[in-house]
């Protein structure tokens, strides 16, 4: 009996081996990566309002290949010119480039006019320039205010605290802060300043910086301020590419109406967002949608053309988006932006005309209206 139940259990022993043996463990391949999938083309059932940031510049970057159809300008007072001659028209131009690309209107950054008010004249020029063309009416705009942290004595580490030096700790300088959004509200009695659900747009760029004793009671001043004026806002706050929202949840949550990341482009030398860009961007931008979405806010999804780290720095290795005939690379972002932009439908588009970093929509002579068309096609109904 001891023999049979011997040989018995040998014999099951024997095939549970034979079993694991015979079951080879499936080799991982780059096929098993989460990433391993294709963006797919997004059709567009409802139009996208999008808006283009516009950038003036005192020079044309020597480093700069694309040449733009009107010719190689700079800006002079908030006029673009060309070899010294101040070229107006080319203003107007851009007015039906955009058209073309049915965006909806230009963002233009102001510095601040209490503080900085030799810089913000500048800025007001160029909107005035903007305005004066006979064709700006059919063109809407906004503004994106450009905090400068420094001017208002803004730290976000060291002082007494360590946590940095608040906007509060000078009440002279908080005053000039709240007066500053008072003064550029000024832009927004024009017929067209462009509105998100009937609230006047404004962005705040560098908004992640902005250390305050409590954001919340900071932004509601804000909003109370220009309440009081006759304009409800809509405030989109910006912050740095390729970090998490929840980083600095207490300067947002509650606070603004919207987020957005700037540059994401720029890989910040991560070699695996370059190879992998629309995969990664797509998974950043879905985990920001659902995380501030569940604040009750919206998500705006920030593209660009492409990005050139050698047009300012000649000798730097990383490695630049390259430009194609077909434009892929900016087609499949515009993919990337419409999986994940929130219900109002908003994009903004990271340049208009910024050839210092080759971010640009701007036809020129190699590439034509490429990029124009593809901005067209990607966000608005039967293009």
Sequence with gaps: MKNKHFYIYSS???LMIAGLFSCKKKEVTAADNFLNYTIPNVPVTS????????????????????????????YVNGVPTIGGVATPSIMQQHIADAGTA??????????????????YKQDSLLVNTFLAQPTSSTMNFALTYNLNIGLFGITN????????????????????FYNDFKRIAFWMSKSNYQKVNGKYLLVINNAQDLNSNSN????????????AMGFDLYIVGMQNRWSPPERYFYRFQNCTDAMYEANMGDYAGDIDRYNLFPQMCDQNWAYWKS?????????????MAGYNYQISNPTSSNLSV?????????????????????????????????FTLDSQVEPTQSYGTTYLDITRTAFKVGQ
């Design 47 to 74: 139009n996208y309002t999008v808006g283009a940031f516009y950038y003036s510049f005192g020079s044309f970057n020597a480093n700069i290949t694309q040449v733009p159809t009107v010719g190689d300008y700079y």
């Design 291 to 303: 995380t501030i979405e569940s604040w009750n806010m919206e998500f705006v999804p920030c593209v």
């Design 157 to 176: 580490s060291g002082g007494p605290s360590g946590n940095g030096v608040t906007i509060e700790t000078n009440a002279s300088k908080l005053a000039s």
């Design 216 to 227: 919340v009671a900071l932004y509601q001043q804000i909003r109370t301020n220009l309440t």
């Design 102 to 119: 049915k965006i909806d209107y230009f963002i233009f950054s102001v510095r601040s006019p209490t503080l900085d008010n030799a810089n």
């Design 12 to 14: 099951l022993m024997l």
């Design 322 to 354: 390259k430009r194609t005939a077909d434009g892929s690379w900016y087609k499949t972002f515009t993919d990337v932006a419409k999986r994940n932009a929130s219900k109002s439908r908003l994009i903004f588009l990271d340049s208009f005309n910024n």
